[in-house]
């Protein structure tokens, strides 16, 4: 069973930046696509950015982010990452990572079904 656990989340000033670090025990992450996502206050949960197994050849950004978000994933650490830099007070949520078995497809859609999601970490934006 694959175990996702999410940290880096925190307070930050607006135009400030935080890493955001989503990580696995037991299993490897390298054959799944692994997609972050957010659920802002009073907000329905989106879908924020996704990257492709393998290679991670493939990332996909939603338009509230693009430009100021980064996915990436170091295989050997077991992790993804999500940089985030010029964070606004509206990129206030909980992010949440989520994971789907694509073996070594190199793709990912955001709005595929994912397995496997952690627990969340809190991102807080606010001067």
């Known amino acids: 069973q694959l175990q996702l656990v999410e940290s880096g989340g925190g307070l930050v000033q607006p135009g400030g930046s935080l890493t955001l670090s989503c990580s696995a025990s037991?299993?490897?992450?390298?054959?799944?696509?692994i997609a972050w996502f957010r659920q802002g206050p009073g907000k329905e949960r989106e879908a924020v950015s996704c990257?492709?197994?393998?290679?991670?050849?493939?990332?996909v950004y939603a338009d509230s982010v693009k430009g100021r978000f980064t996915i990436s994933r170091d295989h050997r650490k077991n992790i993804v990452y999500l940089q985030m830099n010029g964070l606004e007070p509206e990129d206030t949520a909980v992010y949440y990572c989520?994971?789907?078995?694509?073996?070594?497809?190199?793709?990912?859609?955001?709005?595929?079904?994912?397995?496997?999601w952690g627990k969340g970490t809190q991102v807080t934006v606010s001067s």
């Open positions: 989520a994971a789907k078995w694509v073996a070594v497809q190199d793709v990912c859609v955001m709005s595929w079904e994912y397995d496997y």
């Open positions: 037991g299993l490897t992450l390298d054959f799944y696509a």
């Open positions: 990257i492709s197994s393998a290679t991670g050849g493939m990332y």
